[in-house]
């Protein structure tokens, strides 16, 4: 199996980090938002890498933010709202 290797750079502080939305109640919801907020956007693909999440569980969480108006897609790229 080749690896690719995915640099993701953090820009945001933890002080310049928006609260966390009432509305995310699951672990991986809330993990998945705090990365965005803190890369201030990210693909898949850096999310993937990032996290270490499996692929289909972090498309599964993206569509529910998304569904709650949380986060939208720019091109290739999730940010937050």
Do not use: F
């Not at 290797?5 to 933890?14: E, F, G, L, P, S």
């Amino acid at each position: 199996m080749e690896s690719h290797a995915t640099t993701v750079t953090t820009t945001a502080t933890a002080t310049e980090l928006r609260r966390l939305p009432a509305e995310i109640d699951s672990t991986q919801g809330k993990l998945v938002y705090l990365s965005l907020e803190a890369t201030e956007g990210a693909t898949l693909e850096e999310l993937e890498a990032l996290l270490t999440l499996k692929k289909l569980t972090i498309l599964s969480v993206l569509n529910c933010l998304s569904s709650r108006e949380l986060i939208d897609k720019r091109g290739d790229t999730y940010v937050t709202n």
